[in-house]
T-cell receptor, first 113, second 111 residues
Framework: DGGITQSPKYLFRKEGQNVTLSCEQNLNHDAMYWYRQDPGQGLRLIYYSQIVNDFQKGDIAEGYSVSREKKESFPLTVTSAQKNPTAFYLC????????????FGSGTRLTVV | SQKIEQNSEALNIQEGKTATLTCNYTNYSPAYLQWYRQDPGRGPVFLLLIRENEKEKRKERLKVTFDTTLKQSLFHITASQPADSATYLCALDFGGFKTIFGAGTRLFVKA
């Protein structure tokens, strides 16, 4: 079955540590996205990528970095510069833009300890 | 200011009734509006998309309306079932890669 796989499901980060969240898709979608979800708030866009080797900042990119070396993969690194990283992180993909709806992964819950 | 609002209070209904969820927005002119279902601890699942020139769209027990004058979308689930209990998100789609998500409304369907 085609879909998006995020790992790990739960992640704990110590202060000052960088962590990387994995996102892999086998849907052959060109566009991939990272969203952050906090309680009581809508999803907020961190980064998106339209094609391999290209990505754009979203609304809350500070303290995050991404890469898109392969069409299937779009990892997100939460750096120590992100002061409030505890959140639910969602990876998504779509067919050349979101007009046909996003396909989301099952999410990674990141907690600072 | 630009806002997208969904009722933050949970909606509780009896099984078999029609659930109606509301999505209101101000100072936006979206090209499309999307609805998603999200279960606890899971990613959202795409349900329906309606275009700005469409008044209504249906899919099985789901119906979505889109009134660009009122800046409102209504999402209906007919003959609701306990399995429909979830959080429902609306999203304004401006084409390209810009989408604004609402915070969602929690629906509880009681047997």
């Amino acid at each position: 079955d085609g879909g998006i796989t995020q790992s790990p499901k739960y992640l704990f980060r110590k202060e000052g540590q960088n962590v990387t969240l994995s996102c892999e898709q086998n849907l052959n979608h060109d566009a991939m996205y990272w969203y952050r979800q906090d309680p009581g708030q809508g999803l907020r866009l961190i980064y998106y990528s339209q094609i391999v080797n290209d990505f754009q900042k979203g609304d809350i990119a500070e303290g995050y970095s991404v890469s898109r070396e392969k069409k299937e993969s779009f990892p997100l690194t939460v750096t120590s510069a992100q002061k409030n990283p505890t959140a639910f992180y969602l990876c998504a993909s779509s067919v050349a833009g979101p007009t046909y709806g996003y396909t989301f992964g099952s999410g990674t819950r990141l907690t600072v300890v | 200011s630009q806002k997208i609002e969904q009722n933050s209070e949970a909606l509780n209904i009896q099984e078999g009734k029609t659930a109606t969820l509301t999505c209101n927005y101000t100072n936006y002119s979206p090209a499309y509006l999307q609805w998603y279902r999200q279960d606890p601890g899971r990613g959202p699942v795409f349900l329906l998309l309606i275009r700005e020139n469409e008044k209504e769209k249906r899919k099985e027990r789901l119906k979505v309306t889109f009134d660009t004058t009122l800046k409102q979308s209504l999402f209906h689930i007919t003959a609701s079932q306990p399995a429909d209990s979830a959080t429902y998100l609306c999203a304004l789609d401006f084409g390209g890669f810009k989408t604004i998500f609402g915070a969602g409304t929690r629906l509880f369907v009681k047997a």
